[in-house]
């Protein structure tokens, strides 16, 4: 089981994990259920990838950067930062 390294957007090793060990987590029905729609709707990358940027990947990187714009259009809230 691999992950995307975030710099090189190659596959890595899972942290903390041994050969063939992994981890179940627990998702939403509606999770899921939103993501199957947007699996129908967008289809998924020849990797088999659903999320996906300019680059082919969808990465952590990108996304903190959209958050951080978002934050940045956003005005300064009463009270907040004083």
């Known amino acids: ?3 995307l390294h ?3 957007l190659r596959p890595a090793k899972l942290k903390h994990r041994k050969a063939g060990e992994c981890r179940e987590v627990p998702l939403p029905r509606s999770v899921r259920e939103t993501i199957e729609r947007y699996a129908e709707k967008h289809a998924t990358t020849k990797d088999g990838y659903l999320l996906r940027g300019p680059g082919g990947y969808f990465t952590e990187g990108m996304e903190r950067r959209r958050v951080r714009r978002l934050f940045a259009d956003l005005p ?3 009270g907040v930062g004083t």
């Open 76 to 78: 300064p809230e009463e």
């Open 1 to 3: 089981m691999h992950s």
């Open 6 to 8: 975030s710099n090189t």
